[in-house]
């Protein structure tokens, strides 16, 4: 069965750090890119930051450019996002993604996990 169980989230306050964790299972983690996504109440869900399966070519949403980063452990079937600086506007459900549509014809969502960035 797949699984991707997202961890990591809480409350912070502005300029804080939080760094989530996706463990997955189920499936060839190796073959996937793995993303991180958002979505805050009544808003769309948004891509926040994307990595390759192999290169470790990373893409990132404008907002979070410079203060987010996405990394993974092939090994270990995780991956990572670092989020330093955090803003109130960061605040969302972090959901895992992993992406093999391409030529798997997969895509697997994890349940995701709540940042909430306040003071």
């Known amino acids: 069965q797949v699984q991707l169980v997202e961890s990591g989230g809480g409350l912070v306050q502005p300029g804080g750090s939080l760094r989530l964790s996706c463990a997955a299972s189920g499936f060839t983690f190796g073959d996937y890119f793995m993303s991180w996504y958002r979505q805050a109440p009544g808003k769309e869900r948004e891509l926040v930051a994307r990595?390759?399966?192999?290169?470790?070519?990373?893409t990132y949403a404008d907002a979070v450019k410079g203060r987010f980063t996405i990394s993974r452990d092939n090994a270990k079937n995780t991956v990572y996002l670092q989020m330093n600086s955090l803003k109130p506007e960061d605040t969302a459900v972090y959901y895992c993604n992993a992406d093999g549509s391409w030529h798997f014809g997969a895509t697997y969502w994890g349940q995701g996990t709540q940042v909430t960035v306040s003071s």
């Open positions: 990595i390759t399966n192999t290169a470790g070519r990373t």
